[in-house]
């Protein structure tokens, strides 16, 4: 099993930056993938980025235009999103999320991750 705690969310203008951390504890050599979704009241959870485990391979969501960087700290097991520029539009729950090995799938399709954080809140106000 793999436990994912996410931190770092909270209240920001518009314009300002956040830094989301991910915790992976557990089985976490087994992890493949970790990434970052989102969900807005009201909307589908989409996808945001992911980072591969076993090298430097990110991938981005289109929406994010440069404004979003995801990067990952091999020696604590702890992924990271970082979002500058925040909008309005931005604000909603952002979960981590894993893919351990055995499982497939596209790398921007919530079901293909087989472990999930909690969730932490960003809100932007304008």
């Known amino acids: 099993q793999v436990q994912l705690v996410e931190s770092g969310g909270g209240l920001v203008q518009a314009g300002g930056s956040l830094r989301l951390s991910c915790a992976a504890s557990?089985?976490?050599?087994?992890?493949?993938?970790m990434g970052w979704f989102r969900q807005a009241p009201g909307k589908e959870r989409e996808f945001v980025a992911v980072?591969?485990?076993?090298?430097?391979?990110?991938y981005y969501a289109d929406f994010v235009k440069g404004r979003i960087t995801i990067s990952r700290d091999t020696t604590n097991n702890t992924v990271y999103l970082q979002i500058n520029s925040l909008k309005p539009e931005d604000t909603a729950v952002y979960y981590c999320?894993?893919?351990?090995?055995?499982?497939?799938?596209?790398?921007?399709?919530?079901?293909?991750?087989?472990?999930w954080g909690q969730g932490t809140q960003v809100t932007v106000s304008s």
């Open positions: 999320a894993a893919v351990s090995l055995g499982h497939g799938g596209r790398v921007d399709t919530s079901s293909t991750y087989n472990y």
């Open positions: 557990g089985l976490t050599l087994s992890i493949q993938f």
């Open positions: 980072a591969a485990t076993n090298g430097r391979a990110t």
